[in-house]
C-alpha cells in the first residue's frame, strides 16, 4: 500500500459528461502529480500541485483542471468527454516539490467514456 | 521539454537468466532516473534510481547505469524469478518525470 488513495477504482460514463477524479495523498506529502495510462502513450504527467499552488503542467487538455485543496487532497476534473479519455488516471504524491524524489502512485481510476 | 525513449516494449526470458532494458533521453539537464515497476492492477512502484552524479548503483538483483555523454541509462536484472514479471517504465526528470513507454517483461518458468 502506497498511501495515495484515489477514488472512485472505476469510473463509466458518456461522451460529453464530466467527471471528478479524487487522490487523498500520503500524508506529509505536499506535492500531488495527475498522470494519464492509455495503451499506446504510456504515462503522460498532467499536472502538479505542490501545497496548493499549481507548479508544473504537462500534456493537459483545456478541458480538464485540477486543484489542489488546503487539507492537500487533490481532484482532477474532465468535461466534454470524449471517448479518446477512456484511460487509467494515477495521482502521486511526494515529499518535495523537484520530482526529483521517490513518486508514490495510488491504484489508479479506470475512465471508460461509452 | 524531455524525451525518453525505452526499448524493447516486450522482454521473454527465462527464469534464472538477466533481463536488461535501456532507455534513452533528450535533455542534457535532466539529474534524476528512476525505474518503476508496474504490477497487474497496481500504480507503478519505484525499484531503483540513480541521480546524474554516480555512474552506476545495484539493490539485490537489480542496477543501473547511467552513461550521461551519451544520455543513455539501462536497467539491470540479474537471476530472473517469477514475481519479476511487470512492466517496467524508466523516467528522467527536467522539470518533471517524463516516463518511457514501458518494457512488458514475462519471465518463464
Known amino acids: 500500500d502506497s498511501g495515495v488513495t484515489q477514488t472512485p477504482k472505476h469510473l463509466i460514463t458518456a461522451t460529453g459528461q464530466r467527471v471528478t477524479l479524487r487522490c487523498s495523498p500520503r500524508?506529509?506529502?505536499?506535492?500531488v502529480y495527475w498522470y494519464q495510462q492509455s495503451l499506446d502513450q504510456g504515462l503522460q504527467f498532467l499536472i502538479q500541485y505542490y501545497n496548493g499552488e499549481e507548479r508544473a503542467k504537462g500534456n493537459i487538455l483545456e478541458r480538464f483542471s485540477a486543484q489542489q485543496f488546503p487539507d492537500l487532497h487533490s481532484e482532477l476534473n474532465l468535461s466534454s468527454l470524449e471517448l479518446g479519455d477512456s484511460a487509467l488516471y494515477f495521482c502521486?504524491?511526494?515529499?518535495?516539490?523537484?520530482?526529483?524524489?521517490?513518486?508514490?502512485f495510488g491504484s489508479g481510476t479506470q475512465l471508460s467514456v461509452l | 521539454g524531455e524525451n525518453v525513449e525505452q526499448h524493447p516494449s516486450t522482454l521473454s526470458v527465462q527464469e534464472g537468466d538477466s533481463a536488461v532494458i535501456k532507455c534513452t533521453y533528450s535533455?542534457?539537464?535532466?539529474?534524476?532516473f528512476p525505474w518503476y515497476k508496474q504490477e497487474l492492477g497496481k500504480g507503478p512502484q519505484l525499484i531503483i534510481d540513480?541521480?546524474?552524479?554516480?555512474g552506476e548503483k545495484k539493490d539485490q538483483r537489480i542496477a543501473v547505469t547511467l552513461n550521461k555523454t551519451a544520455k543513455h541509462f539501462s536497467l539491470h536484472i540479474t537471476e530472473t524469478q517469477p514475481e519479476d514479471s511487470a512492466v517496467y517504465f524508466c523516467a528522467a526528470n527536467d522539470y518533471k518525470l517524463s516516463f518511457g513507454a514501458g518494457t512488458t517483461v514475462t519471465v518463464r518458468a
Open positions: 535533455d542534457s539537464a535532466s539529474n534524476y
Open positions: 540513480i541521480r546524474s552524479n554516480v
Open positions: 500524508s506529509g506529502d505536499l506535492s
Open positions: 502521486a504524491s511526494s515529499v518535495d516539490v523537484t520530482g526529483s524524489e521517490k513518486l508514490f
